[in-house]
Every structure is written in C-alpha cells, then in structure tokens.
C-alpha cells in the first residue's frame, strides 16, 4: 500500500474518459461560448425581436392590437384605433390595400408623429406662424445665396408645407451609398427628407448644381415631410385619407408614370406597394410645383388630391402663385 502514499492512485479508464471529456468538450465549450456566446446571444434577440415583428404583422388585426397594447409605450401609438369609426375604416382599408406588413407600417407613423385635432386648430397654428420659412444652410457654396432660396421658397410653396419642415441643407459631398431594403436597388441618394427631424439635405451630385434642379429636388423632398406620414397639420383622419387616396392613383390605369416609382421593387409585395405611395406622392408634388412656366403633366385626379391638400395647407397658396406667376413674366 506504500505505493500509493503520496500520490494519487492511478486513473481509471473511466476518470481518464471523464477528465479528457471534460477538457475537450466542456472547457472548450465555455472558451467558445465567452468568445462568440455574446456575439451569438445579440443577434439571437436580434433575430426574435424581427420574428415577434414578423409575426404580428400577419397576425388578424384583433390579436394584433392586443399584443402591441401589452408592450408598454406602443399603447397610445395604437389605442385609437378604435376610437373612431371612420378612422378605423380607413385604418382597416389601408391594412386591406397594403397588407398587414406594409399597414401596420404606415399606420404606426400616422399614429406616433404629431397631428392637429381639428382644422380649427390648424388654422388656429397657420394664423399664428410667421412666414420665416426653414433655416437655409449652405447653398453658397453651389452660388445659390441662401436668402434668395428661401424667398423662392417662401413665393412658390404653401406655408403649412414649409412650417412642416425645419432645415435644409446643402453638403458639399456625395452621399453614402445605399443598399436599399426599401426600394429593391442601391443608390446615391441626390437629396433626402427626414420625418423625425424634419431636416432636408441636398448633396453635391453634379459640378453644376442649378437652381432650378435645387427646387425640382425641394419639391419632392419638401412633400415627403408632407405627407401621410409626416404632415402635422392634418388630422390622423385626413392622413389616412390622403393615403388611401394615393394608394388608389397607384393602381389606377391613368397614373402618373414616373419610371423611379415604376423601378422600386422590394422583395416584399406589401412594402413595395408601400414605398411606391410614398415615393408617388413626392413625384406627383414635384410635377405639380415645377419651376413656372413649364407644362405640367399630371392626370386630374392627381392634381385635384394635390389642390385639396395645398388648399389645407395655405388657403391664399393659389392668390400667390398667380402672383409669383404675374411678376416673373
Ligand atoms: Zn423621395
């Protein structure tokens, strides 16, 4: 037995079998799991957290409604839905059209930014703000003075359009280059609006930037932060009027063909239905306010969406068009 004092008795096959397995599998295991387990643990939440999406996209509205309501926060972007009958129409029309995807998408925005309640109240905001216009950021560079940009601005576009947008900016450089989940191709975006802070950026595309470009490309990014989505000076029924309405001059046969609708084309049928209304609604205001004197090529139906709202936005808007019309000839 002295054999053994001192020492540890001799392995058995199977403490052998153990400890190896335990090296081999178990510690090489946790070693992994510290250098990629937190890696794999974030884009696991990653991937349920689109799921959950996912899933209560396409889940009927009624169950839906109460999974979003239990997530605290989401409650108000979604409580009145049901408040008003005719908004719950439209709401359930617009999720009929765009599927549950690409609805509850554009509904989320129409419920969670900002809107009037009345027109009273709008009215009440248009006769209490200034003409000032956006802040002009930028546009020397390209020998556009500022103040003239925003005297342009200021004749041509309805005020309740520009009270919705804060800043635009020029920047002397292209931009990042994008691949678009959204529109099924990437680019370098010209120009770019965006609803949270209100902001437009023009970017350096071309030697030569002219006026004229600058205010095509303002008229379109100047409707986006008009629209649906953004325009805080229609009520959330009135927003979900205008896209319905869109979306009807959308599959109409008489539309207006801009081949940059025609070419989006996300994977997602419900979204690209949806980007293409937003994007139609940008081009139809950018033809509708081209620079004077040059024809417009808009079907009626268009034009007569565009007028309804423009008349919303700045009841004296035509008056003054005539006006700019009459001086610059
Ligand atoms: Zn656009």
């Known amino acids: 037995m002295k054999f053994f004092v001192g ?38 939440s990653v991937v349920i957290a689109i799921f959950i999406f996912f899933a209560l996209s396409f889940l009927p509205a009624r169950i839906t409604k109460s999974a979003i309501l239990s997530v605290p926060g989401i409650h108000e972007t979604y409580e009145w839905l049901f408040l008003n009958k005719s908004e719950n129409m439209s709401a359930e029309s617009i999720r009929k059209q765009l599927g ?7 509904l989320s925005f129409i419920y969670s930014l900002d809107s009037v309640k009345t027109e009273e109240e709008r009215t009440q905001i248009l006769n209490d703000t200034d003409l000032l216009g956006p802040q002009i950021i930028g546009f020397e560079t390209i020998n556009i003075p500022d103040d003239k940009l925003a005297n342009i601005l200021r004749e041509t576009i309805p005020k309740g359009f520009l009270y919705n947008v804060k800043k635009i900016i020029y920047e002397d450089r292209e931009s990042a280059s994008l691949i678009m989940i959204f529109y099924g191709f990437s680019f370098k975006p010209t120009s770019s609006a965006n609803p949270l802070t209100k902001n437009i950026t023009v970017f350096c595309q071309w030697n030569a930037i002219q006026i004229k470009i600058v205010r095509e490309l303002l008229a379109h990014e100047i409707a986006h932060l008009n629209d649906w ?18 979306l009807e001059r959308l599959g109409a046969k008489d539309r207006y063909v801009s081949c940059y609708v025609e070419y989006i084309s996300p994977k997602n049928e419900s979204l690209k239905k949806y980007m293409r209304a937003t994007e139609y609604w940008a081009e139809i205001n950018g033809e509708y306010m081209s620079p004077v004197g040059e024809a417009r090529n808009l079907p009626p139906k268009d034009t007569e969406i565009i007028e309804d709202v423009l008349q919303k936005m700045d009841p004296c808007y035509f008056q003054k068009i005539d006006d700019w019309q009459r001086q610059s000839r």
């Open 100 to 106: 549950y995807l690409g609805g509850n998408f554009a």
């Open 229 to 246: 989505n953004s325009n805080s000076l229609l009520t959330r029924e009135e927003r979900l009027k205008l896209l319905c309405d869109v």
């Open 7 to 44: 020492s540890r008795p001799p392995p058995s096959s199977w403490d052998l079998l153990e400890s190896w397995l335990d090296e081999l599998i178990f510690e090489k295991l946790w070693k992994r799991f510290e250098r990629w387990g937190k890696i794999f643990l974030i884009r696991a």
